[in-house]
Protein backbone atom coordinates (compact mmCIF):
# COMPACT_ATOMS: atom_id res chain seq x y z
CA UNK A 1 0.00 0.00 0.00
CA UNK A 2 1.24 3.48 -0.98
CA UNK A 3 2.15 5.67 2.58
CA UNK A 4 -0.35 8.31 2.18
CA UNK A 5 0.37 10.78 5.06
CA UNK A 6 -2.81 11.15 8.11
CA UNK A 7 -1.99 14.91 7.63
CA UNK A 8 -2.75 15.82 3.89
CA UNK A 9 -6.17 16.79 2.50
CA UNK A 10 -8.20 13.32 2.19
CA UNK A 11 -8.30 12.58 -1.64
CA UNK A 12 -11.66 12.50 -1.42
CA UNK A 13 -11.96 16.31 -1.21
CA UNK A 14 -13.81 16.62 2.03
CA UNK A 15 -11.50 19.46 3.09
CA UNK A 16 -11.09 17.21 6.63
CA UNK A 17 -7.72 15.37 7.26
CA UNK A 18 -6.98 11.91 5.54
CA UNK A 19 -6.59 10.55 8.91
CA UNK A 20 -10.24 12.27 10.02
CA UNK A 21 -11.82 11.25 6.79
CA UNK A 22 -11.93 8.12 4.53
CA UNK A 23 -8.94 6.90 6.39
CA UNK A 24 -11.64 5.69 9.53
CA UNK A 25 -13.06 3.85 6.69
CA UNK A 26 -9.78 2.08 5.80
CA UNK A 27 -8.94 0.91 9.19
CA UNK A 28 -12.70 -0.96 9.79
CA UNK A 29 -15.52 1.68 10.28
CA UNK A 30 -18.84 0.46 7.80
CA UNK A 31 -19.20 3.58 5.50
CA UNK A 32 -23.17 5.02 6.86
CA UNK A 33 -24.31 5.44 3.14
CA UNK A 34 -23.18 4.66 -0.70
CA UNK A 35 -21.64 8.12 -0.99
CA UNK A 36 -19.13 8.17 1.95
CA UNK A 37 -18.53 4.41 0.49
CA UNK A 38 -17.85 5.57 -3.15
CA UNK A 39 -15.92 8.64 -2.00
CA UNK A 40 -13.77 5.90 0.67
CA UNK A 41 -12.99 3.36 -2.17
CA UNK A 42 -11.70 6.87 -4.41
CA UNK A 43 -9.19 7.58 -1.67
CA UNK A 44 -8.22 4.42 -1.05
CA UNK A 45 -7.39 3.74 -4.53
CA UNK A 46 -5.24 6.87 -3.98
CA UNK A 47 -3.96 5.40 -1.13
CA UNK A 48 -2.94 2.16 -3.13
CA UNK A 49 -5.46 0.52 -0.79
CA UNK A 50 -6.11 -2.68 -2.79
CA UNK A 51 -7.80 -4.75 0.41
CA UNK A 52 -10.14 -1.90 0.65
CA UNK A 53 -11.06 -1.90 -2.38
CA UNK A 54 -11.38 -5.88 -2.31
CA UNK A 55 -13.09 -5.71 0.61
CA UNK A 56 -16.05 -3.29 -0.41
CA UNK A 57 -16.87 -4.80 -3.90
CA UNK A 58 -20.24 -6.68 -4.12
CA UNK A 59 -20.00 -10.51 -5.85
CA UNK A 60 -21.68 -9.24 -8.42
CA UNK A 61 -19.18 -6.73 -9.69
CA UNK A 62 -17.90 -7.81 -12.92
CA UNK A 63 -14.25 -7.53 -11.78
CA UNK A 64 -14.88 -9.94 -8.60
CA UNK A 65 -13.01 -12.92 -8.25
CA UNK A 66 -11.89 -15.08 -5.97
CA UNK A 67 -8.31 -14.66 -7.08
CA UNK A 68 -7.45 -12.27 -4.56
CA UNK A 69 -3.86 -12.59 -5.32
CA UNK A 70 -3.91 -11.26 -9.45
CA UNK A 71 -7.07 -9.11 -8.60
CA UNK A 72 -4.89 -6.93 -5.90
CA UNK A 73 -1.96 -7.04 -8.35
CA UNK A 74 -4.46 -5.41 -10.82
CA UNK A 75 -5.59 -3.02 -8.26
CA UNK A 76 -2.02 -1.99 -7.19
CA UNK A 77 -0.55 -1.33 -10.71
CA UNK A 78 -3.95 0.72 -11.41
CA UNK A 79 -3.21 3.00 -8.25
CA UNK A 80 0.38 2.65 -8.94
CA UNK A 81 0.41 4.39 -12.56
CA UNK A 82 -2.35 7.05 -11.69
CA UNK A 83 -2.80 9.86 -10.14
CA UNK A 84 -5.86 11.12 -8.89
CA UNK A 85 -6.39 15.02 -9.59
CA UNK A 86 -9.86 15.56 -7.91
CA UNK A 87 -13.11 13.80 -6.89
CA UNK A 88 -16.39 15.69 -7.73
CA UNK A 89 -20.15 14.13 -6.92
CA UNK A 90 -22.56 15.15 -9.01
CA UNK A 91 -25.68 13.61 -7.26
CA UNK A 92 -26.26 10.84 -4.93
CA UNK A 93 -29.82 9.10 -4.88
CA UNK A 94 -29.82 7.45 -1.91
CA UNK A 95 -31.78 4.05 -1.36
CA UNK A 96 -32.67 1.91 1.65
CA UNK A 97 -30.93 -1.43 0.27
CA UNK A 98 -29.95 0.31 -3.37
CA UNK A 99 -27.95 3.68 -4.03
CA UNK A 100 -26.50 5.78 -6.85
CA UNK A 101 -23.56 8.20 -7.27
CA UNK A 102 -22.93 9.93 -10.29
CA UNK A 103 -19.37 11.73 -10.16
CA UNK A 104 -16.30 12.82 -11.97
CA UNK A 105 -13.10 11.60 -11.23
CA UNK A 106 -10.19 13.67 -12.69
CA UNK A 107 -6.88 10.86 -12.68
CA UNK A 108 -3.88 11.70 -14.71
CA UNK A 109 -4.99 9.27 -17.71
CA UNK A 110 -8.08 11.55 -18.29
CA UNK A 111 -11.36 12.25 -16.56
CA UNK A 112 -13.60 9.75 -15.26
CA UNK A 113 -17.48 9.88 -15.62
CA UNK A 114 -19.43 7.10 -13.96
CA UNK A 115 -22.87 6.40 -12.08
CA UNK A 116 -21.93 4.14 -10.03
CA UNK A 117 -24.52 1.35 -8.22
CA UNK A 118 -24.43 0.42 -4.64
CA UNK A 119 -26.30 -2.38 -2.63
CA UNK A 120 -26.46 -3.03 1.16
CA UNK A 121 -26.25 -6.49 2.01
CA UNK A 122 -26.15 -7.35 5.59
CA UNK A 123 -26.10 -3.64 6.64
CA UNK A 124 -22.75 -3.13 4.60
CA UNK A 125 -22.74 -0.86 1.79
CA UNK A 126 -20.51 -2.65 -1.34
CA UNK A 127 -20.20 -1.21 -4.73
CA UNK A 128 -21.54 -3.17 -7.54
CA UNK A 129 -21.16 -1.99 -10.90
CA UNK A 130 -20.92 1.51 -12.90
CA UNK A 131 -22.19 3.18 -16.25
CA UNK A 132 -18.97 5.24 -17.59
CA UNK A 133 -19.95 7.83 -19.94
Known sequence: MAKVSPNIPCPCGSQKK?????????????APDALSLMKSRYSAYAAGNADYIIKTTHPDNPDYTTDR????????????????????????????????????????????????????????????????S
Do not use: N, P, Q
Not at 18 to 30: S, T, W
Not at 89 to 96: A, R, Y
Open 18 to 30: YKKCCAVYHKGAL
Open 69 to 132: TSWKKEIDLFSKHTEFLGLKILEFIDGEEEAYVTFEALLSSGMLHEKSRFLKSGGVWLYVDGVI
